[in-house]
C-alpha cells in the first residue's frame, strides 16, 4: 500500500506543487500553532458564552453569536496563516 498518496500529497499534484517533508522542527512549530489556537477558540468560546448567558435581548444576543462565529474563523485562519509559513520555510 505504499503506493497511495495522502490528501494533501494528490493535492500538491493537482495544485502543481511538490509535496516535501517536514523537518521536525516544522512539525513542532506547527503543533504549537495548532495548540496556541485551539486555546483561544476556547478562551472566545467562554467569552462569548459569558455574553449570551447574560443578555436578554435576542437581537443583541444574535449579534454577539454572530461576532463570537467571526472571530472564531478569524483566529483559525491566521493559525492556518502562520502554519503555511512554516511549511514554506527550508
Do not use: C, N, W
Amino acid at each position: 500500500m505504499s503506493g497511495m498518496k495522502s490528501a494533501y500529497e494528490l493535492a500538491m499534484e493537482h495544485l502543481g506543487g511538490e509535496s516535501r517533508e517536514l523537518s521536525d522542527e516544522q512539525k513542532a512549530a506547527i503543533a504549537d500553532i495548532d495548540a496556541k489556537m485551539k486555546a483561544k477558540v476556547a478562551e472566545t468560546e467562554i467569552m462569548f458564552d459569558q455574553q449570551m448567558a447574560t443578555e436578554q435581548d435576542p437581537a443583541k444576543a444574535g449579534l454577539i453569536q454572530q461576532t463570537r462565529q467571526q472571530t472564531i474563523t478569524k483566529i483559525k485562519a491566521d493559525a492556518e496563516a502562520e502554519k503555511e509559513q512554516v511549511r514554506q520555510e527550508a
